[in-house]
């Protein structure tokens, strides 16, 4: 596991945004940032809207789309788009029309195949695991991980008696850069099972970066 630790919640959330800022500057005429759900990247949401940060990002490049939510309402606060909202994006200059919440599979892997071409390369995808090791919306042990052609799919599973949208695999493998927030003592297991080679949702994405706190970095195999 390609993992950086952090000593606590605030250095990896300055950690991430310093990294998100990194990517920003690699990418070429606008920059597509894909985010995730959780609580973990909401810190690094607004340490990235702060006035310490906001005028270091050209947020007119931006394109920010989203990795997985919920099917409720836009203003739900479940809605992973609402989160960001509140955290990100009612706070910074991106133009209103390179915003693009995801609200529908099959319109949003037009979207997706209309603004990248061939594959969904992402200039950065943010990512985040579950206790039981999912990302995005893929479970483990769920059909969706199977998928090899559709970029967004509706899962079958009802998590929570909730149900989803989300990217499947071979569309979060696109990205130019990935990188997992992973915080808390709850984390630490699962970072166990796949730094032992077990294939949970979070393991399974291909070419990651990990920020790690020391609590979830406790699962690391000694080296
Ligand atoms: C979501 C997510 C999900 C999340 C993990 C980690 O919509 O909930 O996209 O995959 O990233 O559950 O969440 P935390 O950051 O809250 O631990």
Redesign the pocket.
């Known amino acids: 596991m390609n993992a950086r630790v952090l000593p606590d919640t605030e250095a990896l959330a300055r950690a991430s945004a310093e990294l998100v800022l990194e990517a920003e500057a690699a990418a070429g005429e606008r920059f597509a940032i894909c985010l995730?759900?959780?609580?973990?990247?909401q810190a690094t949401h607004r340490l990235l809207a702060s006035d310490e940060y906001r005028g270091r990002a050209d947020w007119s490049r931006w394109h920010v789309f989203l990795?997985?939510?919920?099917r409720v309402p836009l203003d739900d606060p479940r809605s992973?788009y609402f989160n960001a909202r509140q955290s990100l994006l009612d706070h910074v200059p991106i133009p209103a029309g390179q915003i693009h919440p995801l609200t529908d599979a099959d319109q949003y892997e037009g979207l997706l195949r209309a603004f990248f071409g061939e594959a969904p390369r992402f200039d950065l995808l943010m990512?985040?695991?579950?206790?039981d090791g999912?990302?995005?919306?893929?479970f483990p042990g769920s059909v969706s991980l199977l998928e090899s052609e559709r970029w967004v799919i509706a899962p079958p599973d009802v998590v929570q008696g909730m149900s989803?949208l989300t990217l499947t695999l071979p569309a979060l493998d696109a990205a130019r850069r990935t990188v997992f927030?992973?915080?808390?003592a709850?984390?630490a297991d699962p970072i166990r099972r796949i730094s032992a080679g077990e294939q949970l949702p979070a393991g399974m994405v291909q070419g990651a970066e990990w920020l790690l706190d020391e609590a979830a970095a406790a699962g690391l195999a000694p080296v």
């Open positions: 995730t759900g959780g609580s973990t990247p990795g997985d939510e919920r992973n990512l985040g695991m579950g206790d999912h990302t995005a919306s893929l989803r927030l992973v915080a808390g709850a984390k």
